[in-house]
């Protein structure tokens, strides 16, 4: 008995430690933001922050633009997680189901895809994205990012339909069903906690992406937050309340978006591991 309760305890404690370090950065960056400057540099670090100081989030969002900034990052993010994800349901589908010329091919080089960094292709994307005026536009931000993110989400969708008896589906087709009917009737319901897993990896690919929205976005009011909290940088001095006030903001989304679906993502990662 004693040895149980032992058990318990230590689960416990190692959950909060996890937890705690877990939380601990963003915490930090609320207490930051609600810091004066005397206390930013005192010598002993202030660990609560100074409600008193909350104005500093209120004059964020509203004297800066702090909430267009963050409206274009969700704007980005969601487009990208729906393009993605549309896109990568068909061509998982179609890799996993389908015999066809090149198929081995296709699949080594959505993986090499992943190996490209995102730097070496800015130049020949700027020159592709200004013959076709998709410079300075979050559409063209939604294109270049779920090119990027679109193969890795299409290989977790094709091992969670590679684990899905082909019975099912024969019997289906028995009765009369076509492939798209099979797939969305019976395959997409089934794979739905890697289709939430994929959406998670699809949304933060957006959602923290840099090098091409401040390559190819030149509006402020079209930057993402990624782009806009850089701009506080300046040579003389950065407000690092605001920084952090914003960057706060910025991760808030996130989190809130993961803790709703958290409970797919373990299962949707794992769901294409093993056959049968």
């Given at each position: ?9 230590a ?104 190996m ?54 024969e ?33 933060f ?19 993402p ?11 003389l ?8 006030a ?25 769901a ?5």
């Amino acid at each position: 008995m004693r040895r149980f309760r032992f058990g318990v305890t230590a689960r416990i404690v190692a959950v909060l430690v996890v937890l705690g370090i877990a939380v601990f950065p963003l915490y930090w960056m609320f207490v930051t933001a609600l810091s004066s400057n005397s206390d930013l540099f005192a010598d002993q670090p202030r660990l609560t922050p100074d409600l008193g100081q909350f104005g500093v989030f209120v004059d964020a969002l509203a004297e800066g633009k702090a909430a267009g900034w963050l409206l274009n990052s969700l704007i980005i993010a969601v487009g990208t997680m729906v393009l993605s994800v549309g896109l990568g349901i068909p061509l998982g589908y179609a890799l996993s189901r389908f015999s066809f010329w090149g198929k081995a091919v296709l699949t080594v080089v959505l993986l090499f895809t992943q190996m490209l960094p995102e730097a070496l292709m800015v130049v020949p994307l700027f020159a592709l994205f200004r013959r076709f005026e998709l410079l300075d536009s979050l559409t063209g931000l939604v294109l270049v990012n779920s090119a990027f993110v679109l193969p890795i989400v299409a290989l977790i969708l094709k091992g969670a339909i590679d684990g899905i008896p082909k019975e099912l589906e024969e019997a289906a087709r028995a009765d009369g069903a076509r492939p798209f009917t099979t797939l969305t009737r019976i395959n997409v319901p089934l794979i739905a906690p890697s289709i939430a897993a994929t959406a998670v990896i699809a949304f933060f690919h957006a959602w923290n992406e840099y090098v091409f929205a401040v390559t190819f976005i030149f509006n402020p009011d079209l930057q993402p937050a990624s782009v806009g909290i850089a701009n506080f940088i300046g040579e003389l001095g950065t407000p690092i309340q605001t920084v952090m006030a914003v960057a706060f903001l910025f991760t808030l989304p996130a989190v809130a978006f993961y803790l709703l679906v958290q409970k797919y993502v373990v299962s949707g990662m794992t769901a294409g591991a093993v056959k049968g």
